[in-house]
């Protein structure tokens, strides 16, 4: 017979806790982008359950880690299908709070025929996150994955608690924001696609420039001091490496549909990986990108 729960006990432990962004996602098909100034009409619009912190929550969760979500929706109708959504998923949304007078942040999504996506985010209640409401996530958890779509502080606080509980960072930069060296110096690893990995090294605005090459992760990691540096490279795998050396991990082949989320995915999947017993960083980078491989070939976030 198993006893009933008390207060006092101590919390489950967990796995990962995500730190990041949780949106209500609007995707529109479009032949192609808009220029400046240019309306382009698409098919559409559909929504679906997104944020980059909430998809790598259901990531990880999926893989079979023991997850919780540290976030904030509002108190409106598209935080509350959030918040079941994740759920649903296997998500512990003890530490979502729900924030009166706010709305839940939306992503604006444009696809085209190749797959790609552009994203414009509007963050609503994921900008009210505090530093008590990460601290308290981040007790007790083997990984804290934290996410910039919800600022720079938030991400900070993250990394302090995981240093002081002796949690592994895995830190994403997607958006990239300035964040302080220490932080980076902390991440193992740091996550980041193509067009963040020149960001980094270069600077904001810098993936726009014509014939800006993509840097190594091992260029990375001597850039910003960072235990180790996974960039992801879409079809052609991730490149991996630490402060002893680095390797390509290649990706398996598939037929694209949508690429939106596949990085979120991956961050995911990995941090699942890595709060397991015996692994190693190129194992889970391979295991987090077959999951991204598969999340391509259909449609969604998720």
Known sequence: MTRPSDPS?????VDVVVVGGINQDVFVHVDRRPGPGETVVGRGPRTG???????MAVAAARAGAATAMCGAVGDDGAGREQLTALTGAGVDVA?????????????????????????????????SLAHDDVVAASAGARVVLAQTEVGAEPVVWAAEAAAASGAR??????????????????????????SEAIEVLH?????????????????????????SVVVTLGGAGADVADRHGSTRVPA?????????????????????????????LMGAAAAALAAASESVTRLGAR
């Open 252 to 280: 398996p082949e598939v037929q694209v549909v949508d690429t939106t989320g596949a990085g979120d995915v991956f961050a995911g999947a990995l941090a699942a990986r890595l709060a397991g017993p015996d692994s190693t």
């Open 49 to 55: 359950n997104g944020g980059k912190g909430a998809n």
């Open 169 to 194: 960072l895995v830190l994403s930069t997607a958006p990239v924001v300035p964040l302080p060296a220490a932080v980076l110096e902390a991440a193992d690893p740091l996550v980041v696609n193509a």
């Open 9 to 13: 006990d101590p919390p489950p432990p």
């Open 95 to 127: 530490h979502v709070v729900t924030r009166a007078g706010l709305g839940t942040g939306v992503a604006l999504i444009s696809i085209t025929p190749d797959g790609e996506n552009a994203i414009v985010v509007g963050p609503g209640a994921n900008a």
């Open 203 to 227: 600077g904001p605005g810098a993936a726009a420039e014509p014939g800006s090459a993509v840097p190594s992760a091992a260029d990375l990691v001597r850039h910003t001091g960072a235990r």
